[in-house]
């Protein structure tokens, strides 16, 4: 038998025929506890104004080992035989340190490198054959001395995940939040946050824990604790089904003890009253297990009436979740439930491409900036003489409304919808209920027709108005179209999980971070059959200034100097407990109303996610220039590279991978210009070409004259194809099957009956790109 040549296999052949055998000889479970080419994340969302943005590669590990499912303790990564064994060590670090593993290998099939996070062995890496990879066994306990787990504890850190036979499993993080806390709970933590961004699924994450922790004995009876009704609502139908009859909702302040699982509102078994307390119904030792959702809110209060709740139960486990981890001079998350064992933000999600991007478009109003003062005895509507004053951007639609400026902010949020999307979900967070109110009057005489097709085009959801709130689940369905335009003020900002909320519009100030991350939270998911993949801010109140505020995807800090038990001491500016939603405003609050002051746009921008996390707050041109001179220095750079590649396309992507946004850039420079004349127009000054003038002179070219008629004419419609739309099109087979190319043939037809061969076709559309970009070949 001839011998294998190492050196000739691919990457795959590798792991298939050495690295899986030695897996599998060292006792490891190919069904259950090996996962080969497992992708960890999606890959970040590219923003763009095309119609379906483009991801960023995924990260994903050759091989994860875990010991039972869920419970990772391995990574491995591949490389072909003519890389070293360690030459895919750093990046299996990198994917070990993601997935939070303590044992990390790498190999090429002649052997593994072996590097030990645990501080256990005499030398951290060392190399070992293909037949001494380490057993589950050998992995597992050193993994548990790592933790700090043993032989009475492994039961509930060992406990299995529900499966529903789907083959849904848990994201990476999910999977570290919900296995640190079982660790924690068995080495026996009583207090612990959970800290990960909205919309990253920190419901299902404590379903799985409760589930483990239920079906392991160590708590036999759960209380999950809410503020919202909606939440409570999604919880019980969605991610906590599967509890079923053991599980109620406590509703009509009754309790019936009969239950192992309980869901309830907080308001629905406390109360101002003793009486109304009826959570001491329950005994203080009833519940094993008291999870708390949305922790950032009333509950985390030192003097809150809810907080008593988790006074009674003292001696149950208390799990804290939250988007918002909350520090300030009267409330800490902290304080009560300790550092949070994990913590997932929205910077890390959107990375990972698990949550949507954002794009701002900020537009400052001229008496927002300068601010109203009325002339001397000038009075309002309604015949109310106006105080003399100078009233700004604070001021409006609280103590002045200036019905001319709601026109136009309507105006403005219809205008982009008319010109993105008619039907695009599109919440506007107003100042109070009236503001809500005259913001859905003036939206719906803006978009008329649209209301002629359905009085649910737009709809006012705030606390008071029981119409408004029974569109709720409407809004947030998403193959309901209707209402499509929701106003609000409080209600819609926490516990509304709107999947396809396509536009966020904030006209009112926002005072504080933690409303702040709640109102933006509501964009923040992706639903890729609905075509949601990012979401637009429009700010006509400056709040967005928010994003550059390091608190806003920073860790929680609090006061040193406040203590939480006194209330004393720290510098102040904390926040009081958060309001009810949508207070009623007082009945003699003095508000003017004038409808005769015109308003204007004075300035208006478009800001994008940048890659590394911040807005792009310089100008497009510029932040482009930058970008690409740091891979291109010089022109004659990127010109090489440009001609020596086979695709061109991997050039334009690898720039989009550095932040280079190649859509809102033709959006400014013209989009009728490829990405190679936009590089080189704002990055070094070259003259602007457009695709159909670079197509045009190809036509002309003395070596497009060489081709037969059909093959001419086929060319000629690439040309067309790649003028209109892009270089992609000159490089995907898969272009020959749409129009004008089936009149020609079956792209088999065309291939090899006008070209000859699938070789000599691509060898055609390489130069007819070379002629594209270099006149002097052709």
């Given at each position: ?249 406590i509703t009509n302040r009754k309790i019936d003890k009969s239950y192992e699982i309980y869901l309830s509102l907080y308001q629905a078994i406390t109360g101002t009253e003793d009486i109304q307390n009826i959570y001491k119904e329950f005994s203080p030792d009833f519940f094993d297990l008291v999870v708390i959702d949305e922790c950032h809110r009333g509950s985390a209060a030192e003097d809150a009436a ?473």
């Open positions: 038998m001839t011998a294998i040549d190492k050196k000739s296999l691919s990457e795959r052949d590798i792991c298939s025929k050495y690295i899986t055998p030695a897996i599998e000889r060292a006792g490891w479970h190919l069904l259950t506890q090996v996962r080969e080419e497992v992708n960890i994340t999606k890959g970040r969302v590219i923003v763009t104004t095309g119609t379906k943005p483009k991801r960023a590669e995924p990260r994903f590990a050759d091989y994860i080992l875990y010991y039972k499912p869920n419970i990772p303790v391995a990574v491995i990564e591949a490389k072909d035989n003519n890389h070293s064994v360690g030459a895919g060590m750093q990046q299996a670090l990198g994917y070990a340190e993601l997935i939070d593993v303590p044992f990390v290998f790498s190999s090429n099939g002649d052997a593994f490198l072996f590097h030990d996070k645990t501080g256990q062995s005499s030398v951290i890496e060392q190399e070992l054959s293909l037949d001494a990879f380490p057993s589950p066994e050998v992995l597992w306990n050193s993994y548990c001395v790592l933790k700090g787990i043993n032989s009475e504890t492994s039961k509930i850190v060992t406990q299995d995940y529900f499966d529903d036979g789907s083959g849904k499993t848990p994201r990476y993080y999910q999977i570290i939040a919900i296995n640190r806390t079982m660790e924690a709970i068995a080495k026996g933590q009583r207090r612990i946050l959970l800290v990960m961004a909205t919309g990253t699924g920190k419901t299902y994450t404590a379903f799985q824990i409760i589930w483990r922790l239920w079906k392991a004995g160590s708590a036999k009876r759960i209380l999950f604790l809410a503020d919202r009704n909606i939440l409570v609502d999604q919880t019980k139908t969605n991610d906590f089904k599967p509890f079923g009859k053991a599980m109620t909702k809810w907080r008593d709740i988790l006074t009674y139960f003292n001696s149950a486990i208390h799990i804290g979740l939250t988007a918002t981890p909350k520090e300030t001079e009267y409330v800490s998350n902290t304080n009560y439930f300790g550092e949070p064992i994990y913590t997932y933000s929205l910077k890390q999600g959107i990375e990972d491409g698990f949550l949507a991007p954002y794009r701002v478009i900020r537009i400052d109003l001229d008496k927002d900036l300068a601010g109203w003062r009325p002339e001397k005895g000038k009075r309002d509507l309604y015949g109310q003489e106006i105080e003399d004053r100078i009233y700004y951007q604070k001021d409006f639609d609280n103590n002045l409304v200036l019905t001319k400026r709601t026109e136009l902010v309507a105006k403005k949020v219809s205008d982009y919808l008319k010109k993105t999307d008619p039907y695009d979900k599109t919440i506007i967070f107003c100042e109070n209920i009236d503001h809500a109110e005259r913001m859905r009057q003036s939206l719906v005489n803006e978009n008329s027709q649209e209301v002629l097709k359905s009085e649910r085009y737009v709809v006012r959801i705030t606390g008071d108005s029981p119409e408004g709130k029974a569109e709720l689940d409407n809004f947030i369905m998403p193959d309901s179209r209707y209402p499509v335009i929701a106003t609000t003020s409080k209600l819609m900002s926490t516990g509304v999980d709107a999947q396809t909320c396509k536009v966020i519009v904030l006209d009112k100030s926002i005072e504080s971070m933690i409303e702040f991350k709640q109102i933006i939270g509501r964009g923040t998911r992706i639903n890729e059959e609905y075509n949601k993949y990012f979401f637009t801010i429009i700010d006509f109140r400056k709040a967005t200034e928010r994003f550059a505020d390091p608190e806003f995807d920073g860790d929680p800090i609090q006061d040193p100097d406040f203590d939480p038990r006194t209330g004393s001491g720290g510098t102040g500016g904390g926040e009081p407990p958060h309001p009810p939603p949508d207070p009623p405003e007082p009945s003699n609050s003095r508000k003017y109303v004038v409808k005769d002051v015109e308003v204007s746009v004075v300035a208006e921008r478009v800001q994008y996610y940048g890659p590394d996390g911040r807005l792009i707050t310089e100008s497009l041109k510029d932040y482009t220039r930058k970008n690409v001179i740091k891979s291109y220095a010089t022109l004659d750079d990127f010109l090489t590279q440009w001609t020596a590649s086979e695709r061109k396309t991997a050039i334009i992507e690898e720039l989009q991978q550095h932040g280079v946004l190649f859509d809102a850039l033709a959006e400014e420079v013209g989009r009728d210009l490829d990405p190679f004349d936009l590089i080189c127009h704002v990055a070094y000054g070259q003259p602007k070409m457009t695709r159909r003038q670079r197509a045009d002179r190809v036509k002309k070219a003395k070596y497009f004259a060489e081709f037969g008629d059909q093959a001419r004419a086929v060319l000629i419609s690439l040309l067309d194809k790649y003028a209109d739309e892009g270089v992609e099109n000159l490089e995907s087979i898969d272009v020959l099957k749409v129009d004008p190319f089936p009149s020609f043939g079956t792209p088999i037809e065309i291939v090899k009956g006008i070209f000859g061969s699938k070789s000599n076709y691509l060898a055609t559309l390489h130069r007819i790109e070379q002629c594209l970009y270099n006149p002097a070949s052709c």
